[in-house]
């Protein structure tokens, strides 16, 4: 790990949970106590969070996290943090821990086999035939995969009912599923299973422990996050390190998100410098989202 001061902590687990306002309310105290900040989703199925702080105060989380019977035994996956990863902390209550369209899923019942990282990795040394799904939605996707995926074609993660149809040719084969952590993995080969793929594994621990472990290899380019950093890498400086998206508006390589500067639009995108307003340096998806901006920060000038 870097000698950063502060680390990002990604964590779920499915486990019943009778009384999650009550979660809710000590995860509240227990982060405002540490100086926390990130997004977590409490649900009756579970707990999914990403939070943020110093190394020393994300540590005392998960040991007091550990000496939860409930909680004990979670994986968390850490990675340096610059201390703006998160404006604020969000602790919600929410039907699904994430919201997938199939709310009827239980993954403590019904999920994929588990395939660690080392494994997978053993299987690509292997040259073994399987198939690996990328669950993640598209501005994900776009800025790094495993070679030889097959992506999702998710807009959203309450796509999923849609993934049987594109992976009909392949049943009777080994699937690998992938995202980011592992969470959408566990609904998401569960429903795969329960559609009848029966050779279904889900990479344990997601996308980040595979390139943590084996940076630069058969994961390309870099990894999307949903905090500030907005994408993280391993050894990016290594020259092994491929940059594997494009300038959404001219195609050439980059792997630098940017967020339309229309405050209506804000979409996230890809852009190379180039591609900036040359005006401002600002990014725009679109000429109708700069003459919107353009427009209101005329009026704004004169009001
Ligand atoms: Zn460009
Ligand atoms: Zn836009």
């Known amino acids: 790990m870097s000698d950063s001061q ?24 227990l982060c405002s106590a540490l100086n926390l900040a990130g997004r977590i989703i409490v649900s009756k199925e579970g707990i999914n969070g990403t939070i943020e702080g110093t190394i020393d105060n994300t540590e005392r989380y998960i040991a007091y996290m550990e000496k939860n019977e409930m909680f004990a035994g979670i994986h968390y ?31 403590n019942k019904v999920t994929g086999k588990y395939i660690t990282a080392d494994e997978l990795h053993q299987w690509f040394t292997d040259k ?50 992938v995202c980011t952590g592992g969470v959408r993995c ?4 569960g429903f795969l299973v329960q559609s009848g793929f029966n050779d279904t594994y889900q990479l344990l621990d997601g996308i980040q ?8 290899t058969h994961f390309k380019g870099k990894l999307y996050v949903f905090d500030n950093r907005l994408t993280i890498g391993f050894n990016t400086d290594d020259p092994n390190h491929e940059i594997v998206g494009t300038c959404m508006h001219c195609g050439t390589k980059a792997d630098t998100y940017v967020n339309c500067m229309n405050h209506a639009c804000h979409l996230h995108f890809i852009s190379c410098k180039n591609c900036l307003d040359p005006e401002t340096g600002l990014a725009f998806c679109s000429d109708t989202c700069k003459e919107i901006r353009r427009a209101k920060d005329a009026f704004a000038s004169v009001a």
């Not at 040719?169 to 080994?174: A, D, E, Q, V």
């Not at 422990?209 to 630069?216: A, F, I, R, S, V």
Request: proline letters at 6%; a neutral charge; charged letters at 25%.
């Open 186 to 189: 566990e609904k998401a080969s």
């Open 6 to 29: 502060f680390q990002v902590l990604l964590y779920y687990k499915y486990v019943s949970i009778d009384n999650p306002e009550a979660v809710m309310s000590e995860q509240r105290l």
């Open 209 to 216: 422990t595979y390139m943590e472990k084996y940076p630069n």
């Open 77 to 107: 996956k850490k990675s340096p943090g610059d201390g703006n990863a998160f404006p604020k902390l969000s602790v919600k209550v929410r039907d699904e821990i994430v919201t997938s369209d199939v709310p009827n899923l239980n993954p």
């Open 128 to 177: 073994k035939e399987f198939y690996i799904v990328d669950m993640r939605n598209e501005y994900e996707y776009i800025s790094g995969f495993f070679e030889g995926t097959i992506f999702s074609g998710f807009q959203n993660f309450k796509d999923l009912p849609g993934i049987v149809e594109k992976l009909n040719h392949l049943r009777g084969k080994t699937i690998v599923t």
